[in-house]
């Protein structure tokens, strides 16, 4: 491919202390691109996505989002922030303000879209995600799925250039699973660029470009899902699908 990948990670490596959570991580992400992360818990999943918008630092290697490098300096990393959005298992939505106030806090605080913009805006994706009706209601009288919709939304509103979800379902009712996964894979469809941490193997197998296995830090194994599902190559990796399928 030509065109300048929107995620460039060169040979990552980060420490917690003595721990090492992410081994000589290098991957492309690139535009319209669906990519599956997966493998068991404490694998580094969370820790990879979250160093693409710098949550956390990394001690090693080159991270470059939209072509702008996150190792220079705190200025590119608030530029980084408002292009990737992030949707996290437990919703994170701010608990004192109405779902409409949530999706318009981040366009008018960090872009400084004026309030009836933001609104329109903001109505827009709550209707995209099918709960405009929610708009004046505070998160907790949401449930669960329409919570983690409001936050799809919300992180939308931002404009991202890419969209990397964390287990989005994993804190879901089993009945509310499907309504979220419907969510991304219209986003998916739409040719949003996404990262998607998750367990659901039907969805990776639907819309995955890639799904890529980790294991102890490291990435074991990247496919497309049908080679990734049918003729995994590493032990490691048909262990893990061994428990998962
Ligand atoms: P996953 O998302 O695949 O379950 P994580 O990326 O959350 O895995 O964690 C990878 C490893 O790094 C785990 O062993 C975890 O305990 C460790 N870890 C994650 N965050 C921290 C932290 N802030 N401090 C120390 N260790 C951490
Ligand atoms: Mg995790």
Redesign the pocket.
């Given at each position: 491919m030509t065109a300048d990948p929107i995620v460039r990670m060169v040979n990552v490596e980060k420490w917690?202390?003595e721990?090492q959570?992410l081994r000589n991580i290098s991957l492309d992400v690139h535009k319209g691109e669906k990519i599956v992360l997966c493998?068991?818990?404490?694998?580094?999943?969370?820790?990879?996505i979250?160093c693409i918008n710098q949550l956390?630092k990394i001690e090693q290697g080159k991270i470059r989002v939209n072509g702008i490098e996150l190792t220079e300096g705190k200025q590119n990393v608030e530029t980084i922030r408002q292009e990737v959005g992030m949707v996290f298992q437990q919703f994170n939505l701010f608990p004192h303000l109405t779902v409409l106030e949530n999706c318009m806090l981040a366009p008018t605080k960090v872009r400084k879209a004026s309030k009836a913009d933001a609104a329109a805006t903001a109505m827009r994706f709550l209707e995209r995600v099918k709960i405009p009706e929610q708009a004046e209601k505070y998160p907790a009288q949401l449930s669960g799925g329409q919570q983690q919709r409001v936050a799809i939304a919300r992180a939308l509103c931002m404009s991202p250039k890419i969209m990397l979800f964390?287990?989005p379902t994993s804190a879901l009712d089993p009945e509310m699973v499907n309504e979220v996964l419907d969510t991304m894979t219209d986003l998916a469809q739409e040719g949003m660029t996404m990262v998607v941490?998750t367990h659901e193997m039907g969805f990776a197998r639907k819309v995955a470009d890639r799904v890529i296995f980790?294991d102890r830090?490291e990435i074991v194994e990247t496919a497309d899902p049908e080679t990734f599902f049918t003729s995994p190559q590493q032990e490691r990796t048909k262990t893990f699908l061994g428990q998962v399928m």
């Open positions: 917690f202390g721990f959570a493998g068991p818990s404490g694998s580094g999943k969370s820790t990879l979250r956390e964390d287990e941490v980790m830090g």
